[in-house]
Nanobody, 115 residues
Framework: QVQLVESGGGLVQPGGSLRLSCAASGSIDSINPMGWYRQAPGKQRELVALIFSGGSTNYADSVKGRFTISRDNAKNTVYLQMNSLKPEDTAVYYC?????????WGQGTQVTVSS
């Protein structure tokens, strides 16, 4: 079992920044990749960013150049730095960890971008 706890969401004005954190615990060996997904009201959950054990990353086109995913292996934590936020980034953001083909999810953290 893998437990994921997200933090860092909140309300921010357009153009602002937030950093999300996801701390993993439990059977964390062989987790690859870890990532962030988001789900806006009335929409399907979508991929935001992935980070692989070797350090390579993937991003959704909508966030490229604005969001950065990173990981601190010593703390078993993955981060999502979000800059130049737009109202369309408003969603519940979920952390995901893939271990031997099984995906684990965190509880989600709300990000609201509004003036």
């Amino acid at each position: 079992q893998v437990q994921l706890v997200e933090s860092g969401g909140g309300l921010v004005q357009p153009g602002g920044s937030l950093r999300l954190s996801c701390a993993a615990s439990g059977s964390i060996d062989s987790i690859n990749p870890m990532g962030w997904y988001r789900q806006a009201p009335g929409k399907q959950r979508e991929l935001v960013a992935l980070i692989f054990s070797g350090g390579s990353t993937n991003y959704a086109d909508s966030v490229k150049g604005r969001f950065t995913i990173s990981r601190d292996n010593a703390k078993n934590t993955v981060y999502l730095q979000m800059n130049s936020l737009k109202p369309e980034d408003t969603a519940v953001y979920y952390c995901n960890a893939n271990r031997y083909g099984f995906g684990y999810w965190g509880q989600g953290t709300q990000v609201t971008v509004s003036s």
